[in-house]
């Protein structure tokens, strides 16, 4: 698999999550004046500014994958878009969102959480693994395999992001922290503790990894990502 067909995948989901962190910075949505230490778009620039660099990246990530610089065969392309749009659209990333901003107002379970979070979060990066397979010709097994790993490293991913929330400082983070609880956002931090949040991300990340039990070494990269998502300080 040639190295630019992976980079222009990868390009065109870092496009998609950098239109995410744009937009969900806006005054309307979690309203955010620092990202990666740095003032948001909206705070730089101003909210239209903001509204439509999101709009652009989102459009000019669908062009990257409709290139046939990113792959010969225009069946494969079509693929890796239509998992970009499943993980990008109203059944992942944007559907998320809303139902996050719905838990604002109370009432949600447990099972409503990890819907929400596997929508919010989870769905972008099971896109992203899977576009690898599909790119690298993963036969059904291995896709199975690899779309069960994706899920649970998106939970670990989602859940690690959480407890930071509460633990880590905005000096860290490069943003702002706390704003989960001020906003009465419904995690799982928020449900069963700090204490208890990790030993979930244990049991979660040990899930990814049981997932890649046939792929032997081949898959370490993706075995050292499920632990970084967990381990990680910002």
């Given at each position: 698999?040639?190295?630019?067909?992976?980079?222009?995948?990868?390009?065109?989901?870092?496009?998609?999550?950098?239109?995410?962190?744009?937009?969900?910075?806006?005054?309307?949505?979690?309203?955010?004046?620092?990202?990666?230490?740095?003032?948001?778009?909206?705070?730089?620039?101003?909210?239209?500014?903001?509204?439509?660099?999101?709009?652009?990246?989102?459009?000019?990530?669908?062009a990257v994958?409709?290139?046939?610089?990113?792959?010969p065969d225009?069946?494969?392309?079509?693929?890796?878009?239509?998992?970009?749009?499943?993980?990008?659209?109203?059944?992942?990333?944007?559907?998320?969102?809303?139902?996050?901003?719905?838990?604002?107002?109370?009432?949600?379970?447990?099972?409503?959480?990890?819907?929400?979070?596997?929508?919010?979060?989870?769905?972008?990066?099971?896109?992203?693994?899977?576009?690898?397979?599909?790119?690298?010709?993963?036969?059904?097994?291995?896709?199975?395999?690899?779309?069960?790993?994706?899920?649970?490293?998106?939970?670990?991913?989602?859940?690690?992001?959480?407890?930071?929330?509460?633990?880590?400082?905005?000096?860290?983070?490069?943003?702002?922290?706390?704003?989960?609880?001020?906003?009465?956002?419904?995690?799982?931090?928020?449900?069963?503790?700090?204490?208890?949040?990790?030993?979930?991300?244990?049991?979660?990340?040990?899930?990814?990894?049981?997932?890649?039990?046939?792929?032997?070494?081949?898959?370490?990269?993706?075995?050292?990502?499920?632990?970084?998502f967990a381990?990680?300080?910002?």
């Amino acid at each position: 698999m040639p190295k630019d067909q992976t980079l222009r995948a990868g390009l065109a989901i870092e496009m998609v999550h950098c239109y995410s962190l744009i937009h969900d910075d806006l005054p309307a949505m979690d309203d955010d004046d620092l990202r990666r230490g740095r003032p948001t778009v909206h705070k730089a620039y101003d909210d239209a500014t903001a509204i439509l660099a999101g709009d652009a990246l989102l459009t000019q990530a669908f062009a990257v994958l409709a290139d046939p610089a990113c792959h010969p065969d225009a069946e494969t392309r079509i693929r890796l878009v239509g998992e970009l749009a499943a993980g990008s659209g109203t059944g992942g990333m944007v559907g998320g969102q809303m139902r996050d901003i719905e838990g604002e107002q109370g009432g949600f379970s447990e099972t409503d959480i990890a819907t929400m979070q596997a929508m919010k979060t989870g769905a972008l990066i099971r896109a992203a693994v899977r576009m690898g397979a599909i790119l690298g010709g993963a036969d059904a097994r291995a896709l199975s395999a690899l779309t069960a790993y994706a899920e649970a490293a998106g939970r670990a991913f989602q859940l690690a992001d959480d407890i930071l929330d509460v633990t880590a400082t905005p000096e860290a983070m490069g943003k702002a922290t706390g704003k989960d609880q001020e906003a009465g956002k419904q995690t799982v931090v928020s449900r069963v503790g700090v204490d208890g949040a990790r030993k979930m991300l244990d049991g979660i990340v040990n899930e990814a990894l049981l997932a890649l039990r046939t792929f032997g070494p081949k898959a370490d990269g993706l075995r050292a990502t499920a632990r970084y998502f967990a381990a990680r300080q910002k």
